[in-house]
Structures are given as C-alpha cells and as structure tokens.
C-alpha cells in the first residue's frame, strides 16, 4: 500500500517488495542500473528528488527555501554562526574562472534514498553534522522554522 501511495517505480526494485524486514531496509533499497544520458552538458542528479533550490554562491549565504536564507558556512559545517569568507569561497574552486553553485535535493517518501556521484569523482572528506532529523516536505518547512539547523 505505501509504494502504491507514493508512486514507488516497483520495476526498479532488485528485490522482492515483501522482502524488506523494516521500512529503513525499503527506503535504502537497491534498484536495478539505470541507462544515463550521454549528453556531454546534461546535468545529472545524485538522487531520485526534487530540486527546491539551485544557485550560484557569491557570498556565505543561501536562499534555501520560500526565502529562507541560512549561511552557507553554518550548513557545511554545523556550527551557529561561522562565517566563510570570501577567500574560502574561492578557494573552493579548482578553476578560479568557475562558478560555485549550491542545490538542495528533497527526496520525497516514495524516492530511492541512496546517493550516487554521477561522474568521477574522488572524495576528500566527509563531514557529518549531528542534529535533529525534521521533515523537510515543503509543507512542513512552510511553516516550521530552522528546519535545515
């Protein structure tokens, strides 16, 4: 009934949809290889989601939604307050000449919750930020705040 209520793509599950011991083991389910664009400029999206924000970063703030502006070194980093200047946002560049930019994925209930780098990519680090787990449904973020502290 929950995959039927959320619009689950049932064809993408490797496994049977009885199989699954909890409803964690089904949110982070494995699917079947999915066939990418080749397009050389196509942008490809890490996860199955909704994109409710994508900007370019000029400074240590981000509109993240219905204009609710957090700053940008506080959600990297989790900690009230910090600040990145201008010269740490740069340094974020490998190509002086590029642009930042910054999105914010929602993966809805029905959505394949695991993450996955569409090119190749090394990772440097990790950083996990401890904190609540709130909902981040539009609805809900209208009309509760700091959602994303």
């Known amino acids: 009934m929950y995959a039927k ?7 993408d599950i490797v496994e049977p949809i009885d199989s699954f011991e909890n409803f964690l083991a ?3 389910r494995q699917i079947h290889p999915r066939e990418l664009d080749p397009a050389p400029k196509a942008m490809l999206s890490p996860a199955d989601s909704k994109v409710l924000c994508f900007s370019e970063v000029t400074r240590d703030e981000a509109v993240i939604v219905k ?4 700053n ?11 600040k990145l200047n201008e010269e740490t946002i740069k340094g974020m560049k490998t190509n002086p000449n590029n642009k ?3 999105i ?4 809805s209930p029905g959505d394949y919750h ?3 780098s569409p090119c ?6 990790r950083n996990h930020i401890i904190g609540k787990l709130l909902p981040v449904k539009e609805k809900y973020v209208k009309t509760h705040s700091n959602v994303y502290e």
């Open 72 to 82: 940008i070194g506080e959600l990297l980093t989790g900690i009230s307050d910090y």
């Open 5 to 11: 209520t959320y619009k689950v793509r049932l064809g």
């Open 67 to 70: 204009g609710i502006k957090y």
């Open 100 to 102: 930042l930019f910054q």
């Open 104 to 107: 914010v994925l929602y993966l």
């Open 120 to 125: 190749d990519a090394h990772l440097k680090s």
């Open 26 to 28: 089904f949110f982070t």
């Open 114 to 116: 695991r993450y996955h």
